[in-house]
């Protein structure tokens, strides 16, 4: 006790004397933090464990995909940026697809993807369990087979315990595990919001590349998962969704799909795509696009979580629906009886 009280003192001395926190040099020193709850992180204090749950949900601003940053913008952004010509790169950032696939030789290539975002649950085991299915699927979407992951994860040490970060590494870890892909390593960063997510390295023949460019006439689209998990994540937010709506979500969003994109290759699906936070107009209008063709969808033939239709209903849309919708607007055309928002 005597030496933490002596490296607090040390250490506030010198953040007193030089007007700022040592740890933050946006914070004066006593920070916040020190006069709310006595507690100096910079001399290696910790928060307490709360009595508790913690809801991961509440701590950011959005949950889950739509932490990302908007399809148009994105593109936008990327436009004109170099790019190294390399004919050993089969699939490259131009592709706009799931993954990058890299041909190493005899046949094969390497398949390389990333995926972080914000917790769409709030319990932190299941947030790490959804952080792993969702950076596999990429890897799944191009028809490979994940090997390895590396762990990247977001954490405010200044506001969150430190058990919850244990627990979303291990809710990763275990869900990596099912997989039989081994978490081989990663990289963590002091953030204001948390994230979490992994880097996924996997194989594919170089004849059964699964791209979202590969689309033809008489193709059916087949959906391997119900949709609305953003808007039952946004629901939940704002304590509006039900719990059994939040329970299918979750159950959804850590369901792997190791065994679709098995079937996918037993039946040599010829495109595939990952639906994630641009929405399901978003990524199959960039299909069709890349594909030159066109795709019908019957309204009546999407599959729904429980509680989604009714929360358009009643309104509870979160700020991606507009981003998305204006995304691919153009590209997408309205038919009649189908709702203006979805």
Same mark, same amino acid.
């Given at each position: 006790?005597?030496?933490a009280s002596?490296?607090?003192q040390?250490?506030?001395?010198?953040? *007193?004397?030089?007007?700022?926190?040592?740890c933050?040099?946006?914070?004066?020193?006593?920070?916040?933090l020190?006069?709310?709850?006595?507690?100096c992180?910079?001399?290696?204090?910790r928060?307490?464990?709360?009595?508790?749950p913690?809801?991961l949900?509440?701590?950011v601003?959005?949950?889950?995909?739509?932490s990302?940053?908007?399809?148009?913008f994105l593109?936008q952004?990327l436009?004109?940026?170099?790019?190294l010509?390399d004919?050993?790169?089969?699939v490259g950032?131009? &592709?706009?697809?799931d993954?990058g696939?890299?041909?190493?030789?005899d046949?094969m290539?390497?398949? /390389?993807?990333?995926?972080v975002?914000t917790?769409s649950v709030d319990?932190?085991?299941?947030?790490? /369990?959804?952080a792993a299915a969702?950076?596999?699927?990429?890897?799944? &979407?191009m028809?490979g087979?994940? *090997?390895t992951?590396?762990s990247i994860?977001g954490?405010?040490?200044?506001?969150?315990?430190?058990?919850?970060?244990s627990?979303i590494?291990?809710g990763? *870890? #275990?869900k990596?595990?099912? &997989?039989?892909?081994p978490v081989?390593?990663?990289?963590?960063?002091?953030?204001? /919001?948390?994230?979490?997510?992994?880097?996924?390295?996997g194989?594919?023949?170089?004849?059964k590349?699964?791209?979202?460019?590969?689309? /033809?006439?008489g193709d059916?689209?087949?959906?391997?998962?119900?949709?609305?998990t953003g808007i039952?994540?946004?629901a939940?937010q704002? #304590?509006?969704?039900?719990p059994a709506?939040l329970? &299918?979500?979750a159950q959804?969003?850590c369901?792997?799909n190791?065994?679709?994109?098995?079937?996918?290759?037993?039946?040599q699906?010829?495109?595939c795509? #990952?639906v994630?936070?641009?929405?399901?107009m978003?990524?199959?209008?960039?299909?069709a696009?890349?594909?030159?063709?066109?795709?019908?969808v019957?309204? #009546?033939?999407?599959p729904?979580?429980?509680?989604?239709?009714?929360?358009?209903?009643?309104?509870?849309l979160?700020g991606a629906?507009?981003?998305n919708?204006e995304?691919?607007a153009?590209?997408?055309?309205?038919?009649?009886?189908?709702s203006?928002?979805m």
């Amino acid at each position: 006790m005597a030496k933490a009280s002596e490296r607090r003192q040390r250490v506030m001395k010198r953040s *007193i004397h030089l007007g700022h926190c040592v740890c933050d040099p946006s914070q004066p020193c006593p920070c916040d933090l020190f006069k709310e709850k006595n507690l100096c992180l910079c001399a290696g204090e910790r928060l307490e464990s709360p009595t508790g749950p913690v809801a991961l949900t509440q701590l950011v601003e959005k949950p889950g995909c739509a932490s990302k940053i908007d399809q148009a913008f994105l593109k936008q952004t990327l436009k004109g940026l170099p790019t190294l010509e390399d004919p050993r790169v089969l699939v490259g950032m131009p &592709a706009g697809d799931d993954a990058g696939v890299y041909e190493m030789g005899d046949g094969m290539a390497l398949v /390389q993807t990333v995926d972080v975002f914000t917790p769409s649950v709030d319990d932190p085991y299941l947030f790490g /369990q959804v952080a792993a299915a969702n950076s596999l699927s990429d890897v799944y &979407a191009m028809g490979g087979r994940p *090997i390895t992951a590396l762990s990247i994860i977001g954490f405010p040490v200044r506001k969150v315990p430190d058990h919850v970060l244990s627990e979303i590494l291990r809710g990763g *870890i #275990d869900k990596m595990k099912e &997989a039989g892909v081994p978490v081989i390593g990663g990289h963590s960063i002091n953030d204001d /919001q948390i994230k979490a997510g992994f880097s996924v390295t996997g194989f594919v023949e170089t004849d059964k590349v699964a791209k979202n460019a590969n689309a /033809q006439v008489g193709d059916v689209l087949i959906l391997t998962k119900a949709l609305g998990t953003g808007i039952v994540a946004f629901a939940g937010q704002i #304590d509006r969704a039900t719990p059994a709506s939040l329970d &299918a979500a979750a159950q959804s969003m850590c369901a792997l799909n190791k065994d679709a994109a098995d079937l996918m290759i037993r039946h040599q699906a010829r495109a595939c795509t #990952d639906v994630t936070g641009f929405s399901l107009m978003g990524h199959l209008s960039e299909m069709a696009l890349r594909s030159g063709v066109d795709v019908e969808v019957v309204w #009546d033939d999407l599959p729904w979580l429980p509680g989604v239709l009714q929360f358009v209903a009643d309104g509870i849309l979160p700020g991606a629906i507009e981003r998305n919708k204006e995304s691919c607007a153009e590209r997408v055309k309205q038919g009649q009886g189908v709702s203006e928002v979805m």
